[in-house]
Every structure is written in structure tokens, then in C-alpha cells.
């Protein structure tokens, strides 16, 4: 079945992403997997020793999976209140993870049909989660999409999606993909290059114009629509589609070494964390075909 990978370190920023994601389960019939994943401490900070102290370990494990218990509560205790009957209602399972990030989502990953990964935007103040470190890590090492959730953003529909694109032709694919998750909540896609404020190559027009044109030969749709964005810079391109255009979802493909990765690495990442007011959806480059979520 469907699965909405709930990553959470139990602040009430992660709570809120959490009953988030659960409108997203009911939205896209998929169940729910809380999922804590942590790291334990050693007894001497600064000893190279690297076995955990088994009762730090237990201790925590345990702590772990009782606050996922009671997480899991609140988001059943949610659905009893407001759904009606014959309403989907998502089953909620939950695991509690030690060791390397890239180890356990690729655990996951084998073991569960993810469709994506919610995450709250936040920095975590708890040394010994994962969220210590922000949105960025996640998405580094994620083999499938990740939704991005801002602080205490309420839930609405996804009535139109912006998809930023660089023209890759893997994009189609991701294009693919979305255009079923809006076929399936009847949301339109808005599709956006950012182009540079002071460019005028006709080489890069035709480019563009050329990229829409596959666009719509390729994924039959009457919901998809086209836009570029003369901007100084990507993230300045980005905030005004988000503030002008009215759009409910941004999504990006993360790609090392390209147009987003000054988006998704270095200073433009803070940044853009640090102010974002619109979900955001990013899709893994790696083996595109391989991790888009079926809808």
C-alpha cells in the first residue's frame, strides 16, 4: 500500500507536519509511517569508542516509541473525531530508527511503497535527533520525494501546483508524476523557468519554448500551464511565484552540480528554509524513473 513517511523529533513543529501528513494520507488514500529516527549518546563525548552504552540505548529506543505511541494517538483520535463514515481513513504505523540516515531510508524505502517523506521546516533544538540538522540533510539523502511542510502552515487543497523546472528532459518524468497527483485532487500544474533578468539569448528562448512544446506532446493535459520568470536570481524568481502567482505547492528536483544546487546548498538553502511560506516538494534526481511516486 501507499505510504506518507512521517519524519519526526516529537517538537510541536514536527507535531504539526504530522497532522498535515495525515490530510495528505486521506487525500492521496495512502497509510501513514511515523517514524523517530535517533542517535545515542556515548558515555565519554570525546572517546573513540564507538559501542553505545546498551542501557543509553534502551532508554532512549524506549522513549522513542512512547512518544510515537502517543503521537499516533492524537492522529487517531483526529480521525475519530472528523471522519464520516465511509471517509478513508489511514492506518498509522510507526518505527523507531538508530544509526545513518541514508542507511535507514534506504531500509524503508525496500520495505514500504513511499510516496513521499513530510518534514516540518524547522531546526531542532534536540542534539540527539536527526533534525538537528535542517530540511537540506533529509533531502541529500532521501531516495524519494520529500514535502517540506512550513512552520504551522495550515492544510488546504492543492489547487495549483508550481513545478520549477532547469529544462532537464528527467523533468517530463517528474511532470508525469505530478500531473497524476493533480489529476487525482483536480489541481492544476504551473510549469516555471527561471531565467536570468538580463538575459536576451535567442538560443535560450528557443530552448525554453522548445521544453513546453515536449511538455505538452508528451502528458495530455488540460491543466498545464506555462510560465517564465525574469528574475536576478533562482530563490528571487522563486519567492515572487510564490507570492504573485497564488500557487499552493512549490516542487523541485534536486540535482548536485546544476541549476538547484545553490538552491538546496550553501547560504541559498538558510535562506530559503528560514522564510519559506509555501509547501515545497522536492524530488531526488538519482535514478528519477526509479523513485517517482505513483499516484
Not at 520549477?164 to 510549469?191: M, W
Not at 539569448?201 to 506555462?226: G, L, P
Amino acid at each position: 500500500m501507499k505510504t506518507i513517511l512521517v519524519l519526526t523529533d516529537f517538537s510541536d513543529k514536527a507535531d504539526h507536519a504530522a497532522h498535515y501528513a495525515l490530510k495528505l494520507a486521506q487525500q492521496t488514500k495512502a497509510q501513514l509511517l511515523l517514524c523517530n529516527m535517533f542517535m545515542v549518546p556515548y558515555s565519554e563525548p570525546m572517546s573513540t569508542q564507538v559501542a553505545w552504552p546498551m542501557e543509553n540505548f534502551q532508554t532512549i529506543e524506549e522513549d522513542s516509541k512512547n512518544e510515537l505511541t502517543q503521537l499516533a494517538g492524537r492522529l487517531n483520535g483526529k480521525l475519530d473525531s472528523e471522519l464520516d463514515e465511509g471517509d478513508f481513513r489511514p492506518i498509522i504505523e510507526q518505527c523507531s530508527k538508530s544509526g545513518a540516515i541514508a542507511h535507514i531510508f534506504a531500509e524503508l524505502a525496500t520495505n514500504h511503497q513511499i510516496l513521499m517523506a513530510v518534514i516540518s521546516q524547522h531546526k531542532s533544538s534536540a542534539s540527539n535527533f536527526v533534525f538537528e540538522d535542517h530540511a537540506r540533510s533529509i533531502i541529500e539523502k532521501a531516495n524519494f520525494p520529500v514535502f517540506v511542510v512550513p512552520d504551522y502552515e495550515p492544510f488546504k487543497d492543492f489547487k495549483k501546483i508550481a513545478f520549477a523546472t532547469d529544462l532537464s528532459i528527467s523533468d517530463i518524468d517528474v511532470l508525469h508524476s505530478l500531473s497524476g497527483f493533480a489529476k487525482l485532487i483536480d489541481a492544476e500544474i504551473l510549469v516555471t523557468h527561471v531565467d536570468d533578468q538580463n538575459s536576451d539569448d535567442q538560443e535560450a528562448k528557443q530552448s525554453v519554448k522548445h521544453f513546453f512544446n515536449m511538455v505538452s506532446s508528451e502528458i495530455k493535459s488540460k491543466n498545464i500551464f506555462y510560465r517564465t520568470i525574469k528574475s536576478k536570481s533562482i530563490t528571487t524568481g522563486l519567492d515572487w511565484l510564490a507570492d504573485n502567482e497564488n500557487i499552493d505547492l512549490l516542487v523541485l528536483v534536486h540535482r548536485k552540480r546544476n541549476f538547484f544546487q545553490r538552491l538546496l546548498e550553501g547560504s541559498v538553502t538558510h535562506r530559503m528554509a528560514n522564510h519559506l511560506t509555501k509547501p515545497m516538494l522536492v524530488f531526488p534526481n538519482s535514478k528519477v524513473l526509479e523513485v517517482l511516486p505513483e499516484f
